[in-house]
């Protein structure tokens, strides 16, 4: 289809083409023939220019009752005419009236000559192209000489002599068309040639260009990712071969992205369900045992198994809740409402909150707390569900005696919090992973428990906090060494009335 689209496009280049000089040809041996002619009239009128002088100078036309001689002149005009065939001879009264004439074979039309250009001449000497009236031919105009003739010093008439007879105009016209189209032919026929070539030599080399261009296109849409036009041309084409190359790159890593968001959509399916599915079974399990057993079990395992049952409901509780937290997030359903508060007041609170959990686990939580922490400006429960998210990872991947820091520094206008730990820290490969939506390590062989309730997650906690951040136009930073432990921190702005 595209070869027949560009053999199309060619071929019609190249048939406007061809008009196009056709055209160009016809109109230069039109104005080449027209500009030949001006040329041989306004030659033949200077050549001739003294013509009617010289006839008044020879016949001396004689003055009879207030009229020329017309006999006097008929003579010498008839000898005139046998000599030079070209020209007519006509005696004019003062006022242009013809009175008599010598052209052979037809009969005048017209009576009068219009004295304007006659008079112009005279006055020009001839030297200036002039056209006047041919009175065999009303409406046409010739070049024309003409002089006065005077008897003592009285304006009597004039003679007036067309320069190009019908004959002398019909051998002209005749040879001007021989010559001027043969002129003309070879002329337009060289550059016709010339130019063709040149032409069609250049959309060749373009639409063999664009031909490459739809090739890779075509290979695109076919599939094969990786095609791109080569960047060889300048111009336009060289544009469309760049933009193409871009919107490809665009298109590769747009379907990257979309792969990658499709596999971790899965990885969530798979992750949520898995993650459903054990607390639902370790629910269902004891309440099956303790309706089957429910005489015969001790109050004292009864407690025992409605706690298990209530920490499997806490757990789905938090999952359920994450999961819907963050897809509000990320829907921009949640605005920050935004209020001054003291982070140290916030800091101290959630550190006693999680005191208790992190004394189990042998932990020890240390809040720095600084006098000269100014309030900051933030929404006070969304920054208190950052430290919650972060207190709960540095607890749950820290192991026995560590050591879980909590502080804040005051940088001019903004407040830096952050959580530091001791714990089992995060590799370099995965420090760049972590914020990612689902993506959690928890499962690794050394946190995997068999307990009633799972201490792994399903990797939304840090992706929590990056998009809380974000929506206060903050960003989480994390500095972490394998085994060493790990420090997350982020700015808030201080508070401005403050
Ligand atoms: N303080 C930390 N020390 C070591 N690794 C961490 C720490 N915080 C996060 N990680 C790693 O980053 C991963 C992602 O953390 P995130 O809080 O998003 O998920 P999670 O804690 O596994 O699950 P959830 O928070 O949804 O219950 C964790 O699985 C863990 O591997
Ligand atoms: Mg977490």
Redesign the pocket.
């Known amino acids: 289809m595209s070869r027949n689209f560009f053999g199309n496009l060619y071929w019609k280049i190249a048939a406007t083409l061809l008009l196009l000089f056709v055209l160009v040809g016809c109109a230069y041996v039109f104005i080449t023939a027209d500009t030949v002619q001006k040329y041989f009239q306004e030659k033949n009128q200077r050549l001739n220019a003294d013509l009617a002088a010289h006839v008044v100078q020879e016949v001396k036309p004689t003055y009879q009752q207030g009229k020329v001689d017309e006999a006097s002149m008929d003579k010498i005009m008839h000898s005139m005419m046998a000599i030079n065939p070209s020209i007519e001879v006509y005696l004019l009264d003062v006022d242009g009236n013809i009175l008599n004439y010598v052209a052979p074979y037809k009969k005048i039309k017209l009576d009068k000559v219009a004295l304007g250009p006659v008079h112009d001449f005279i006055e020009t000497k001839g030297q200036q192209f002039i056209k006047g009236d041919d009175p065999r031919n009303p409406g046409v105009l010739k070049e024309f000489s003409a002089a006065p003739i005077n008897e003592e010093d009285q304006l009597i008439g004039y003679v007036y002599v067309v320069l190009a007879s019908e004959e002398y105009d019909i051998a002209a016209q005749d040879l001007i068309g021989n010559y001027i189209m043969r002129l003309g032919g070879k002329t337009m026929i060289i550059t016709l040639l010339t130019a063709l070539l040149i032409g069609l030599l250049a959309f060749w080399l373009i639409t063999r260009y664009l031909n490459q261009i739809i090739k890779s296109v075509k290979r695109f849409k076919d599939g094969y990712l990786d095609e791109r036009i080569p960047v060889k041309s300048s111009g336009e084409l060289k544009t469309l071969a760049v933009t193409f190359n871009e919107m490809a790159e665009e298109i590769v890593s747009s379907m990257e992205k979309i792969k990658t968001a499709e596999s971790l959509r899965r990885e969530l399916v798979a992750n949520v369900s898995h993650d459903l599915r054990t607390p639902l079974s370790v629910i269902h399990g004891y309440v099956e045992t303790m309706l089957m057993k429910v005489e015969s079990i001790s109050s004292e395992q009864q407690k025992q198994y409605l706690e298990i049952i209530l920490k499997s409901t806490e757990r789905l509780k938090k999952l359920v809740g ?1 999961l819907f937290e963050l897809s509000r997030l990320e829907a921009h359903e949640i605005t920050p409402k935004k209020e001054a508060f003291f982070i140290t007041e916030l800091v101290q609170d959630v550190s006693q909150k999680h005191k208790l959990i992190a004394e189990n686990k042998n932990l020890t939580i240390v809040p720095v707390l600084n006098n000269n922490i100014p309030m900051v400006h933030a929404d006070i429960s969304l920054i208190e569900r950052v430290l919650q ?1 972060l207190m ?3 607890i ?2 820290s192991s026995d005696g560590g050591i879980i820091t909590i502080e804040t520094h005051n940088h001019g206008n903004n407040v830096e919090v952050k959580v530091t ?1 001791t ?4 590799s370099e490969d995965d420090i760049p992973l ?1 914020f990612d939506r689902y ?4 499962a690794s062989k050394d946190l995997k428990d068999h307990g009633s309730v799972s201490k ?8 929590i906090v990056k998009k809380i951040l974000e929506i206060h136009n903050a960003t989480i930073h994390l500095t ?1 060494k394998l085994d060493k432990g ?1 420090a997350f921190s982020f700015r808030l702005p201080v508070h401005q009335g403050y």
């Open positions: 994450d998210n709960e990872n540095a749950k991947f730990d714990g089992r820290g995060i972590v993506y959690s390590l928890s792994s997650g399903v990797g939304l906690g840090l992706a972490s790990s």
